[in-house]
């Protein structure tokens, strides 16, 4: 049984027809990544996931559950943290409580503890700013908290929009292999990115959305040499 | 000199009696960014709620004294909280996706109601408190100032409603979270906190302090009518502002600040002036701080 299992998603904005019936499986333990062109709907999915909008139709399963109806602060308790499109840490907070509001759904202060030496030893930079406040963070460190503050409520699956963008080549390098490795201390991730070859190069299954569908998918290594893949969205001729 | 720090005390007096309202304002606009236009009027009802809760109890008794205080407080506090809530309940929380306006009619509508309802339910007369509950005598300080028992109870009690606000708001996970749901509702639900339970929360502080404000500045005073909350709100609402709305030191400050320059315009110059020269002051800052003397512009990117 995989971990996520979306069936015939429907999702509006108002009149906007923004999803028009993904089917879209994530297995425990892969790397899955979602591409796709401006607009075509990938946030939108995340979103849907995250319960941060409701789908008209369909179903989302996770870890044998239908989620689709509970509250989005709900399914963050249930294992599933989305972390979203754009930097948004919280400017005013300190690091530390940045960190600590990534938590907030956990109650046991060992556990807590244990998440945020995880978390430190993945990004050694956030310890040293500890203090600091988070918008005083570089954009690399706040992308860093992004994803350290998701990383606190120890999810069994991270959804990831848009890591790299707006990031120096260096740090887009950087945040790839951060997301390899995250993968490999055992969290199962649904990847967004714009940044097509690199996510391709980390995932093991993509899906190619066009429009609110999914018009291809299957192995990443198969996407990559597909003839049209490479074209529309590796830049090749 | 003497004349000088008897003026300040009586302007942190008063200067703490805007702080505590203007709390809830900017506590709510925080959480909200809405105006809770009702808010006077919640600690308008706390002076009227105080007023039944104590002559009940002083007849009851038969005696007076501060004691009699405590639990008419615990009463106004949790009957202006839970207004406060029910208010959010059904006049905000409808509304929320509703745009910017709507609210802001549906604010006032709350001020026009219970405003009437205070009217209509206690009359327009002033009404005067029972005497006796707290001793009239005055202590001395150094330097020959004097200042009264009530002065000490009110400014003791307000110095440490605001030390254990800002203790909740700024070392508690909770109060943490109020922050968080000030900067970003939409990533703060993402976090697993539970936003509409926050802004309960907000409407069950803010309220909570305001009502009991409500009750300390009737006793203070003595008398009150019901246009209580029309002015005092105003003053609090405006000592938010000055101190940059959404920020909880701010309001802090601000309610000092206006205090202060009320008072001493009074003293100094004439009361007829204290208005001219304390708004004249308050429009010069806000020329040079747009955003208030503590306002945050990063927190107004989002
Ligand atoms: N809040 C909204 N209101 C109305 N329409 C929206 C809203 N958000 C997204 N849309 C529309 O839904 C469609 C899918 O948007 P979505 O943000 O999911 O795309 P995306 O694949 O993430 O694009 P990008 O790569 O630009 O981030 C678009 O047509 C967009 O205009
Ligand atoms: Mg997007």
């Known amino acids: 049984m995989p971990l996520l299992r979306i069936e015939n998603l429907h999702t509006y904005y108002g009149h906007v027809h923004a999803l028009k019936g993904i089917d879209l499986e994530v297995e425990e333990g892969e790397i899955v990544t979602l591409i796709g062109a401006n607009g075509a709907g990938k946030s939108t999915t995340l979103r849907t996931i995250s319960g941060l909008v409701r789908p008209r139709e369909g179903r989302i399963e996770f870890g044998g559950q239908v989620i689709n109806h509970v509250p989005a602060h709900k399914i ?7 972390v ?58 706040q992308q860093m908290l992004t994803i350290g ?68 998918s299957g192995p990443a290594q198969e996407l990559m040499r597909d003839e049209r893949v490479r074209k529309a969205y590796l830049g090749e001729r | 000199m003497q004349q000088l720090l008897q003026q300040l005390i009586n302007g942190i007096t008063i200067g703490s009696f805007y702080a505590l309202v203007a709390l809830g304002y900017t506590m709510v606009y925080g959480v909200l960014k809405l105006i809770n236009f009702a808010h006077g009027d919640l600690f308008m009802w706390g002076a009227y709620i105080g007023l039944t809760g104590l002559s009940a109890l002083v007849a009851l008794m038969s005696r007076g004294g501060p004691i009699l205080i405590l639990p008419v407080s615990i009463i106004v506090i949790v009957t202006i909280a839970l207004v406060g809530v029910l208010i959010e309940r059904v006049a905000y929380r409808p509304l929320r996706s509703a745009g910017r306006l709507a609210p802001v009619i549906s604010a006032l509508g709350a001020a026009f109601i219970l405003e009437s309802l205070a009217r209509n339910i206690y009359g327009a007369s002033w009404k005067t408190y029972p005497t006796g509950l707290v001793p009239a005598g005055r202590v001395a300080l150094v330097g020959g100032v004097r200042i009264s028992v009530m002065q000490v109870l009110v400014l003791v009690v307000s110095f440490l409603l605001m030390a254990l606000l800002y203790l909740f708001v700024y070392r508690t996970r909770i109060g943490t979270a109020m922050r ?60 938010a502002i000055l101190g940059g709305i959404g920020n909880i030191p701010g309001a802090m400050l601000g309610g000092m600040i206006l205090g202060i320059i009320e008072t001493l315009g009074a003293g100094y110059v004439s009361p007829q002036w204290k208005d001219v020269i304390a708004y004249a002051i308050l429009i010069l800052i806000l020329i040079f701080r747009p955003t208030g003397l503590l306002g945050e512009r990063v927190a107004e990117k989002l």
């Open chain 2, 180 to 239: 968080a749901v000030s900067l970003d509702h939409e990533v703060s639900r993402l976090m697993g906190i539970d936003v509409d339970g926050i802004i309960a929360t907000v409407f069950l502080i803010g309220p909570g302090l305001g009502g009991l404000a409500g009750m300390i500045v009737a006793l203070y005073y003595g008398s009150f009518d019901f246009t209580l909350g029309w002015i005092f709100g105003l003053k609090a609402f405006i000592s």
């Open chain 1, 149 to 216: 503050r998701a990383l606190m409520s120890r999810p069994r699956l991270l959804l990831l929009d848009e890591p790299s963008l707006g990031l120096a080549p260096m740090l887009v390098k950087a945040i790839f292999e951060t997301i390899r490795e995250i993968n490999a201390r055992g969290t199962t991730i649904l990847l967004v990115e714009q940044n097509a070859r690199a996510a391709l190069k980390i995932a093991h299954r993509a899906y190619v959305l066009e429009t609110g569908r999914v018009v291809l």
């Open chain 1, 76 to 82: 963050v308790q249930m294992g599933v943290c989305h």
């Open chain 1, 84 to 141: 979203p499109e754009g930097r948004r840490i919280f400017t005013t907070l300190t690091v530390m409580e940045n960190l600590m509001m990534g938590a907030y759904t956990i109650k046991d202060e060992e556990a807590i503890r244990e998440n945020l030496r995880r978390v430190f030893d993945l990004f050694p930079r956030l310890a040293e700013r500890k203090n600091q406040l988070g918008g005083t963070l570089s954009g690399g460190e």
